[in-house]
């Protein structure tokens, strides 16, 4: 309701202003980069099946985050 910016959330969860529920916005680049340094140490060091099948898990659930299923990008082929 009051739009105050918090750099860390409340811990009672509501705005300490004006009580209203809070809006948590995360960019998604933000996050994407540590994915993709975390891939890169991955190759680099060699690490077991495990902790990449982990890191492809979370990749998978970043995208299902980040993708809007109500937009569909249509190309004009679609309509022929």
Not at 4 to 19: A, D, E, N
Not at 21 to 49: A, C, Q, W
């Amino acid at each position: 309701i009051c739009n105050t910016v918090y750099r860390r959330i409340p811990l009672r969860g509501v705005c300490t202003k004006c009580g209203g529920n809070l809006t948590l916005t995360v960019h998604e680049r933000s996050i994407k980069k540590y994915l993709e340094i975390s891939k890169m140490l991955t190759e680099k060091y060699d690490l077991p099946g495990y902790a990449r099948q982990r890191i492809k898990l979370v990749e998978k659930s970043i995208e299902s985050l980040f993708t809007n299923d109500k937009v569909k990008v249509t190309k004009l082929s679609d309509f022929l």
